[in-house]
C-alpha cells in the first residue's frame, strides 16, 4: 500500500551494487531561498526513475547537484560508491554521468555531427566511437539525414534527439534528462519517450524530470514526487498513478 510519508531509500532485498545512485539528506539553497530540504532516495542500475512535481518544487536544481553545477550544503551524493561531493563537473561527466539539460543546451552553430562529436571528448577508442555514431544514428534516423545541417536550424524535436544523442556519446551509465518533452507535439513526445525506453532496455539507467506526469509515470519504474524541496510521496509508478493525491495535483484527475 501506498505510504504518504517521506521515503527513506530502504525499497527491499537488494545488493549493495544494485545502487547505482544515493542521495542522502540533501540541501542546496540559491542564497536565502532553500531551493532543497533534505531529501533522499536511490536510482537502481537498470531502472528509469522519474522526479514529478509543480514548477520550483526543486526537480531541476537535484540533477544539477547531481552533475555537480550547483553546490551542496549538507548531505551526500554517492554514485557506484564515490561521493561526488568534491568532484569537478568534468570529471562527474567522465565518471559515467550524462546529462540532458532543459533547454538542450546544443550549439546551435554547429552541425549535427559536429555537436555529437564534441561528446566524444575523453573517449579514446576509435571503434567504440564509431559504434556509438552508429547506434546514435540507428535511434534517430532524422539525426542521420541532417548530419551536416547546422543544429540551430533543426526543429525542437530534432534538437531534443541530438541532445539525448550527445548524451549517449559520452558512453555513460547513469542519464540525467530534464523536462525531455518540453515544448514538443504530442507525437513527438511520444517518439521521444519510446527511443528513451530502448535506450534503457540496453543498459542505460535513467533519472527523469518531467512535467508531464503521466507520460513520466508511463515510462518509469518508480517515481518521487517533490513539493518544495521535499520529498512528499514515493513509490512504483503504478503507485503513483492510483495515488489520489497525485492524481489530483498531477494528473487532471
Do not use: C
Request: glycine share 10%.
Amino acid at each position: 500500500m501506498m505510504d504518504d510519508r517521506p521515503p527513506t531509500t530502504d525499497h527491499g532485498p537488494q545488493t549493495a551494487n544494485d545502487v547505482v545512485l544515493s542521495v542522502q539528506d540533501l540541501h542546496v539553497s540559491y542564497g536565502v531561498i532553500r531551493a532543497l530540504r533534505g531529501i533522499s532516495f536511490e536510482v537502481r542500475r537498470g531502472e528509469i526513475v522519474t522526479l514529478i512535481g509543480a514548477n520550483g518544487a526543486g526537480k531541476s536544481t537535484t540533477l544539477r547537484a547531481i552533475s555537480r553545477l550547483v553546490p551542496i550544503q549538507q548531505g551526500s551524493i554517492i554514485f557506484e560508491g564515490v561521493d561526488l561531493r568534491a568532484v569537478p563537473p568534468h570529471e562527474v561527466t567522465a565518471m559515467g554521468i550524462s546529462h540532458v539539460p532543459e533547454g538542450r543546451g546544443i550549439f546551435a552553430n554547429l552541425t549535427v555531427q559536429e555537436n555529437l562529436k564534441l561528446a566524444t571528448w575523453g573517449r579514446k577508442d576509435p571503434k567504440e566511437i564509431q559504434r556509438a555514431y552508429e547506434r546514435i544514428f540507428s535511434l534517430f534516423p532524422r539525426l542521420a539525414e541532417r548530419r551536416n545541417q547546422l543544429a540551430g536550424t533543426l526543429s525542437g524535436g530534432e534538437q531534443q534527439m541530438l541532445a539525448v544523442g550527445r548524451a549517449l556519446m559520452r558512453g555513460g551509465r547513469l542519464m540525467l534528462l530534464d523536462e525531455p518533452s518540453m515544448g514538443l507535439a504530442p507525437v513527438l513526445v511520444r517518439e521521444i519517450f519510446d527511443v528513451l525506453r530502448e535506450i534503457n532496455a540496453t543498459g542505460t539507467t535513467i533519472l527523469l524530470v518531467e512535467q508531464n506526469a503521466r507520460q513520466a509515470l508511463k515510462l518509469a519504474h518508480r517515481g518521487y514526487v517533490l513539493e518544495t524541496g521535499t520529498i512528499a510521496l514515493a513509490g512504483t509508478s503504478q503507485e503513483l498513478m492510483d495515488n489520489p493525491r497525485v492524481k489530483e495535483a498531477y494528473l487532471g484527475g
